[in-house]
């Protein structure tokens, strides 16, 4: 009965008692900001990053890969660097395959004013993207560095910024995201056409699309009429290429923000890389170039404020063709069946030798003129070393839709 008593009056007294307040309260220290610099943008949004390995002096090129779920280096750039390689029983998985890794353990990547140490990095064949990009891939950062840091991209003035993890101070004007993470963070968007579907998906800032959207999902959740017009493509993904369909979509939303008539690529997911029915595909890095963004991986969130991009139209164009540099050249090698490009006369092997009156040889600036010019294209090739001028109508994928 005495112990009884004693509990009532001290839990009385507690009730009496004014709001306690901790003595000691542990408060993360502001974010430093620990280096910034330049990165360089390919089509479809691809963040390009300049850095090295270890102590050796070449500057390799990175491709920045929110989709990436560790970091990796091209099989050729390990040959060249002479970096040990050991075999494991960990397999990468891909738009196009499926494959077991080897790994170059413990080493150190090097950034403009920030070394990286203890990265184990695993090794894959980037051939196929340094030909669609038109310059060596030698990897791809991803999750194993972004864990680490609080990374701001700008967009507008094309420069990344790193911090360390803590309070962050964010600017004015934009929406913080709270997307589920796992090695990937995996957002909530909406898509609206034939119905209005609210789904998850991969934030791939290593995707130079806009939505990427399983065949699954597509069916089940008939977001598409039946007979709505779908243009067969093709891309470039972990394991080669991936024929695809392409259409448009009436509207999407990403938080509060709206965008009408988006390209929307839909893929036969054999491999299961988006997680159906978990996922529905995912967000490419030609939707989130449009904002300037901070991935905040240590607090599990991403803020995103629009930029000068924001408004940009997106890409509407349909060529058919598949366009390669290889050995120095800029080839056509795939040719769609029915497309703009098979009806021009292309054939697999020429080489493009200008587009409207432009010389460069630049693959990068081909491709965009491709995707700026609705209407005819003038196009000088080379086949069995006689020049040949075609007239290419590139096709609105706007229309019958």
Known sequence: MKRLTIAILLIGLFCALPPAHAQEEFIMPEAKLLTRFPFTQLSGGIVLLRAQIDNHADTLNFVFD????????????????????????????????????????????????????????????????????????????????????????????????????????????????????????????????ERVINARFIFDTGAGLTFLLSKEFVQDSAVFKRKRKFYPTQAEGLGGKKMMDITVAKEIKLGPYKFRNV??????????????????????NDVMRRFNVILNYPDRSIYIKPNNHFPESFDYSYTGLGIYLINGEIRVIDIIKGSPGDKAGFQPGDIIFSVENNYTKNIQTYKTLFQNSIGKVRVIIFREQKPLVLTMVIKDIRRNR
């Open 66 to 193: 929110t989709g990436s779920g560790g970091i990796s280096l091209d099989s050729l750039t390990v040959e060249y660097l002479g970096l040990k390689k050991e075999l494991s029983d960990k397999t990468i998985r891909g738009i196009a395959g499926i494959k077991l890794v080897e790994f170059a353990y413990n080493h150190t990547l090097k950034l403009p004013g920030l070394q990286v140490d203890k990265l184990d990095f695993h090794i894959n064949d980037y051939d196929l993207l340094t030909s669609v990009y038109g310059l060596k891939i030698d990897g791809i950062i991803g999750f194993s560095f972004l864990r680490r840091f609080i990374v701001h991209l700008d967009y507008d003035k094309q420069v990344m910024e790193v911090y360390s993890p803590g309070r962050f101070r964010y600017p004015k004007g934009g929406y913080m995201l709270h997307p589920d993470f796992s090695t990937l963070p995996l957002q909530a968007a909406t898509i609206e056409d």
């Open 263 to 284: 390209p929307i690529h839909i893929f036969d997911d054999e491999y299961n890389v988006t997680s159906y029915p978990l996922l529905g595909g995912l967000i490419g």
